[in-house]
Structure formats: C-alpha cells, structure tokens
C-alpha cells in the first residue's frame, strides 16, 4: 500500500506565528505537489518538487523535498489569516500511471 | 495559462435525474481526470483519460458514466445517483499520464454536485 502520512492534521495558530507542515512515506516519489484549497473550490497548486533536497521558495512559504525523495514540508513564515485553507501534499510515484497519492490534508486556521 | 474549467459550479438533481458535468482545458494536457472530494478529505482517483482512452476506472459504478469527446473536453455523465454521491468532483488535467519528472496535475474549481 503507497501511503503519504501528512501531519498535523489540524493547526490553529496566530498571525505572524511561523508552522511546518510534514508528509512521509516508505514510496519514492518521482514528484510531489503541494496543494491549497478553499471550502468547495478545486486544490490550487502551489509548487511541484522534483529533485531530492530540493528546496523552493514562494513568498513566505519554503518547500523542501528530503533527499531520497520520500518526504516533503512545507514552512510559512509569519503566517497571515489569507494563509487558511487545506494544504495537501500530493505524490506521484514511478509506474503508476496518473495517479495521485495524497496526504490526509492540513486544516491550517490562522487568527488575527 | 494553467486553466481547467469545469461547468456547472453548482448542481442539484434528483435521483432519477441525468445530467452531466463538463470539463475543459486548452493546455495541450493530453491526459485528464476525474476525482471525487468528500468535505475535509483528500480527493479520490474516479477516471483517468490518456491520449483520448479510458486508461483507468478505479472501480467506479456504473452510474458515473466518463466520457472524452476530444483532447480537450471531459464529460461526466450522471444518471440515477445516491444521496451519498453528493459532493465536490474535480476534473484535472496534466502533459501525460506517465509519474514522469516534473509532470503536474492541474485540478479545476469543482462542481459541486447534491443528491436529493
């Protein structure tokens, strides 16, 4: 069983506080996306990793693909209330055609 | 532009209803999908579609009904749905199929789709 074990499942924070969002697996992934998504709004993509020890930044957030390509996080610094929403990671494994192998999904609420 | 539109947004229909939803991408992807989202869940794999061809059904009754009618669209059509069918179905598409280096799967906004 290809499995992504993401955590923490659910984080409320304050504003301005900084989070690190993880997800493991036993599967190599020949690449894994991270995703943001609204209530009833499809998964917006926010970065797709390929390179083991990769690192990439988009504003505040610092994406890191560990180096047997196995496991992944996502950072905020100074997380903003805009930053609420479903972060999901997402993998996808070599052979397996097409087909996505997703985390359970962060919950993040951030507070004023 | 990384794009896939999905129409309608919002759907309501009986159980005995046919209706459809549509999907559609100007990107070139040559692959396209269809997934199912529970509220606060990851979505689940429902139809890929590679090069035009059903290359995966996982395991999806019959009452959800894929269809491709060129590179670009994606139909899903729905007759004698469940209650318990009620959710978000995303359509997405990519460059191919294959978990190449780099390949990325674009999800559309979602219909959101209600049984009564």
């Known amino acids: 069983t290809q499995l992504l074990e993401q955590s923490p499942q659910f984080l409320s924070i304050q504003e301005g506080e900084n989070l690190t969002v993880y997800c493991n697996s036993s599967?190599?992934?020949?690449?894994l996306q991270w995703y943001r998504q609204e209530p009833g709004e499809g998964p917006v993509l926010l970065v797709t990793v390929v390179t083991g020890g990769e690192v990439k930044k988009l504003k505040r957030l610092t994406f890191q693909f560990g180096d047997a390509r196995k496991d992944s996080s996502l950072h905020i610094t100074a997380a903003q209330p805009g930053d609420t929403g479903l972060y999901l990671c997402a993998g996808l494994i070599s052979g397996n055609t097409g087909k996505l192998i997703f985390g359970q999904g962060t919950t993040l609420q951030v507070k004023p | 532009d990384t794009e896939v539109t999905q129409t309608p947004k919002h759907l309501v229909m009986g159980m005995t209803n046919k209706k459809s939803l549509k999907c559609e991408q100007h990107m070139g992807h040559r692959a396209m999908y269809w997934y199912k989202q529970k509220a606060k869940k990851p979505p689940e794999l429902m139809f890929v579609?590679?090069?035009?061809?059903?290359?995966i059904n996982e395991s999806v009754p019959s009452r959800f009904s894929p269809e491709c009618p060129n590179s670009s669209l994606l139909n899903l059509h729905l007759h004698a749905l469940q209650p318990e069918d009620s959710a978000l179905y995303l359509c997405a598409s990519s460059w191919t199929a294959q978990a190449g280096s780099g390949n990325t799967i674009y999800f559309g906004e979602g219909s959101w789709l209600t049984v009564v």
């Open positions: 579609y590679s090069y035009e061809k059903l290359s």
């Open positions: 599967s190599v992934f020949s690449s």
